[in-house]
């Protein structure tokens, strides 16, 4: 069934017939599911009363592992924000009851930040949320062209000189 982009390509077709446009059928559609995937996600933050940069901090502590504890220093790395930044975020994040932090006993010039157990819950059931969203949007294909399209877009990132490293992993 054509869609707007079907129908952008074709008017840029009819105008610049000079131009392969081809490029459009892919990346006009990622950039339209990145839109609604930003949507998706922000409203299962929401639904946990939770901000994306918010979850971001919380989900890399957890993804951490036990005892879900990073430096400041390593979140602020993790996320791509400056250290400035990041003591903003884990203020008000401690201020909520989500992580507490302490000055690491072997080297007192770094601060030692803990998922706390209300943190940890909130972070799960964001994600829970999340992967819901996501699991409804990708239901429309099957398995074998879900593993291609994963493949073929890993591919396209790693072409673009995308390690993963430029921008914050929000899951």
Same mark, same amino acid.
């Given at each position: &069934?054509?869609? +707007?982009?079907?129908?952008?390509?074709?008017?840029?077709?009819?105008?610049?017939?000079? #131009?392969? %446009?081809?490029?459009?059928?892919?990346? $006009?559609?990622?950039?339209?599911?990145?839109?609604?995937?930003?949507?998706?996600? =922000?409203?299962?933050?929401?639904?946990?009363?939770?901000?994306?940069? +918010?979850?971001?901090? @919380?989900?890399?502590?957890?993804? $951490?592992?036990?005892?879900? +504890?990073?430096?400041?220093? +390593?979140?602020?790395?993790?996320?791509?924000?400056? $250290?400035?930044? &990041?003591?903003?975020? #884990?203020?008000?994040?401690?201020?909520?009851?989500?992580?507490?932090?302490?000055?690491?006993?072997?080297?007192?010039? #770094? %601060?030692?930040?803990?998922?706390?157990?209300?943190?940890?819950?909130? %972070?799960?059931?964001?994600?829970?949320?999340?992967?819901?969203?996501?699991?409804?949007?990708?239901? =429309? @294909?099957?398995?074998?062209? #879900?593993?291609?399209?994963?493949?073929?877009?890993?591919?396209?990132?790693?072409?673009?000189?995308?390690?993963?490293?430029?921008?914050?992993?929000?899951?």
């Amino acid at each position: &069934m054509p869609d +707007e982009v079907d129908a952008i390509v074709a008017a840029w077709r009819r105008e610049r017939p000079d #131009l392969d %446009v081809e490029p459009l059928h892919v990346l $006009s559609r990622v950039a339209r599911l990145a839109a609604v995937l930003d949507d998706r996600r =922000a409203a299962a933050f929401v639904e946990h009363a939770l901000q994306g940069h +918010e979850f971001d901090v @919380l989900s890399a502590l957890r993804r $951490s592992g036990e005892p879900f +504890e990073l430096t400041a220093g +390593e979140l602020a790395g993790l996320t791509h924000v400056t $250290s400035g930044t &990041m003591t903003s975020r #884990l203020d008000r994040l401690e201020a909520r009851g989500f992580v507490d932090r302490r000055a690491d006993p072997s080297d007192g010039r #770094l %601060v030692r930040v803990r998922l706390t157990a209300e943190g940890r819950e909130r %972070v799960d059931a964001a994600f829970a949320a999340l992967l819901d969203g996501e699991r409804q949007l990708l239901r =429309a @294909l099957d398995d074998e062209t #879900l593993t291609a399209l994963a493949d073929a877009l890993r591919n396209l990132l790693l072409a673009a000189g995308h390690s993963g490293d430029e921008i914050p992993a929000t899951t």
